[in-house]
Structure formats: C-alpha cells, structure tokens
C-alpha cells in the first residue's frame, strides 16, 4: 500500500462531465492520491474545471500537463478515439497512466501500448473500476473458492437511455455505442470470473438510424467449461444486474457497475432450494467509492513494482473480444477471438 506521507501525484487530461462529476471526486477520496494539475484544450477551461475540483494548477494544453514535472500519473477520461494515442505520449513523458476504458478502438490500436509499457517501464492501466469494488472481489472469492460449484454460466444487462446527438457516447466515428461504452464491463468481468478467455463470441448489434452507434448490442462469449449472455443498451431503461451461474448456487450483483459510494452494496447467494428466495443468503457490504479504491490499488502497484489490475495484456484481451464481436455483428455467425 502507497504511504498517506507519499501520495502519488497525479495529473488529470481532460475536464469531462464524467471526470468532474464522478471519477476525479471519487480519487481525491484516497489518501494515497494527490491531484496536483488539470490540463484542457483551453486554459480557461482548465482554471473551470480545477476550481470547481479543487485542484491548484492548470494547464492550458494536454502537452503542458505531460511536461509537468510534479505529475507522476496521468488519468485519462478523454473520448475514447483519443486513448491509445494519449496513453502512449504520457507514458514516454515519464508518467504512470491510468486511461478510462476502452483502451482503444481496436486491438491493433492497443497493441503497440505493450512495447510502449515494457520501453518506459511505466505502467499504462485500464480504469475497471469494478474490479476493485469488494462486491467483485467476493464475487471472485466465492467463484474460486468452488462455493457455488463450476461456473457455467453469466447473465448480463446494463442500459441507460441517452439519446443526445451532441453527447460522444452518440457519435460513431468517436468510438460511441453500447458495445464501447458499457459492453466493455460484461466482457471484462466474465474474463476476470472465469479466469480465462472466451474461444469465440457472437453478437447482435441494433444501430441508431441517425448516428450509426449500437444502442442495442447483445452476445454471446464461449469459455468452452461455459457461456456469458449479455444485453446492453444507450437508448433503453435504466437498468443493471449480473446473475453468476455455478453448479451449486448462484450470485446475483444487485447494482454490479454503478455501484454508490454512500450506499451499501448488496450481494444475494442463492442454494436454488426453492423458487421463492428461500436459500437466498444476502452479503452486505459497506459503501465504498471504487474510484478511490482504484488509485489507492494503482499508487500501491507503482510504489511497490507489482504488477496491477488490469494491466495493458489485460485490456488487450478485452479489446480481441470487442474486434470478434464487431466482426460477428457484421458476418451474422460466430467468429473466433484472436490469440
């Protein structure tokens, strides 16, 4: 763990609504965080944003930020055509990098990241919050422990209803859709479940009429000892869940993604004895920001050496995932995941 006396330092490229409402208020949470600097296209914009976040310095350009030699990270929550790209030119500034997902719009995109990290010697991580939040990590106890049986199966559907053509979740050529923006997760998680990686996938994607984005996308990912089913919507209700199927019990995350920060998180177990609830066992857990878990875990990995969640080989394999997918959307059949 990262010592409260040496926060990690970190620089924020971008002043997005997601990052000023969500992300960045849920690192400064961390003790072992320390934002020091805030850069945007415009120094005006950049002041904004460091005010309303608290933050002493900005600068005017993501170049100026890259150049500060009091930043030792970098968190990236730029739209996602833009990732790879910044990714690559913070970590041969010198700087640890944490880049919201995706990490790329391909795996071709991410590839290069892997000589990137192994060249710095800096590492370049992938923002699943998720897999810092304890609810996933008893999920994956309870899973490796054999407690619920074989995992055969997991069940997935994540939606919100968005349908502003100015928002980038919206604009195609940007890397918006369904399948990016929050289809990411449900790939991520079966991956960090099974422990494995799927050998094929197949997918349905419903396109936006104007935009061209995926508002409807579902899947199917073949593990081979099991399968993941998946739904998930931009133009849809609200909604979240995740049902993990094993031989003997089942789990079921009740808020799996957005999990609140002031509200405890809820994880029900169930035998299966009977149809009404009955053997349903629920965990309560405390409420926790995984935004600050998250860059408490990452400080801990740079402090110390070790190798951090969601490394760049990790997101690589993702986004092999997210190409058979597209490809299948396009071929109507089940396409392989590239090794």
Not at 261 to 280: A, E, M, N
Request: net charge neutral; proline share 5%.
């Amino acid at each position: 763990m990262a010592s409260n006396e040496h926060p990690l330092r970190w620089g924020i490229l971008g002043a997005s609504r997601f990052a000023r409402l969500t992300s960045v208020p849920g690192m400064t949470k961390s003790p072992a965080c320390q934002i020091v600097a805030l850069a945007s296209r415009t120094l005006e914009k950049a002041r904004a944003a460091a005010d309303e976040l608290g933050i002493g310095r900005a600068h005017g350009s993501y170049e100026a930020l890259l150049a500060d030699p009091e930043v030792e990270a970098i968190y990236i929550p730029l739209p996602n055509h833009l990732h790879a790209q910044w990714s690559e030119r913070a970590a041969r500034a010198g700087k640890h990098v944490l880049c919201e997902k995706p990490m790329a719009l391909t795996a071709a995109e991410a590839e290069p990241l892997l000589q990137v990290a192994r060249e710095t010697g800096k590492f370049i991580v992938e923002a699943f919050m998720i897999r810092h939040h304890p609810q996933w990590r008893l999920a994956r106890e309870r899973v490796q422990s054999g407690s619920i049986g074989e995992l055969r199966a997991i069940q997935c559907a994540f939606s919100y209803h968005n349908v502003d053509p100015a928002n980038i979740r919206n604009q195609r050529d940007i890397g918006g859709g369904a399948l990016y923006d929050i289809g990411c997760y449900a790939i991520n998680l079966s991956r960090y479940l099974f422990g494995s990686e799927p050998s094929r996938a197949v997918a349905v994607c419903e396109r936006d009429p104007t935009s061209g984005v995926d508002r409807l996308t579902s899947g199917i990912l073949d593990f081979g000892t099991g399968q993941v089913t998946f739904t998930v919507a931009t133009q849809q209700v609200p909604f979240q869940r995740v049902q993990i199927f094993g031989t003997r019990a089942r789990i079921e995350m009740e808020i799996p993604f957005n999990a609140a920060p002031d509200h405890i998180s809820r994880v029900f177990i169930d035998d299966g004895r009977d149809r009404f609830g009955g053997g349903v066992v629920v965990e309560e857990l405390p409420a926790v920001d995984q935004y600050a878990e998250q860059v408490t875990n990452f400080a801990a990995a740079v402090r110390t050496g070790t190798t951090p969640e969601n490394s760049i080989e990790d997101s690589l394999a993702t986004m092999r995932v997210i190409d058979a997918m597209f490809r299948s959307a396009n071929s109507g059949r089940f396409e392989n995941v590239a090794r």
